[in-house]
């Protein structure tokens, strides 16, 4: 249950939340998202009631990365091509290169994503995060260690469980 939150990010603010295990931020994050509708109250996302905004919409303005995150069978260069390739886009060699690197996992691009470690699965989706360029925040359910391999730029946009597009 999330009980009388309030909070804004402005543009180029991170906010982190934390509190103990069954304080609410996953169920915070779930309202954010709108997998969860709040039983009172309003949520705003650019001053607008976040009712008034497709679900779908809104998704795809805000990116989420699971502690568990799932990724398709098959090489981590597929699972970054397969969103673009649904938008008739194909992603360059280049620019795989440089999101793997942004996440600290040069030279992963052709490792099978199933004997990936969990932090390396989670840094494989934000890099698809990345890749999609549509986002405003993404969010975390926990902060993991790894973040300390995102280069300072991605680390100032991922510190904590929220960050915001430049």
Known sequence: MVEDVIFEVRTGEVLAIVGPSGSGKSSLLRLLNRLDEPTSGTVYVEGIDYRQIEPRELRRKL?????????????????????????GELLSQETI????????????????????????AQRVSLAVLWQIRRWYY??????????????????????GSCATRD
């Open 138 to 159: 993404f969010w975390m359910s926990r902060p993991p260690r790894w973040t300390k391999h995102l280069s300072w730029r991605s680390k100032q946009r991922s510190s």
């Open 97 to 120: 290169e440089q999101l793997l690197a942004r996440v600290g996992l040069s030279g992963y691009a052709s490792r099978n994503v199933a004997n990936l470690s969990g932090g390396e």
């Open 63 to 87: 990116g989420l990365v699971n502690q568990r995150p799932y990724l398709f069978p098959g090489t981590v260069e597929d699972n970054l091509r397969f969103g673009p390739l649904q938008r």
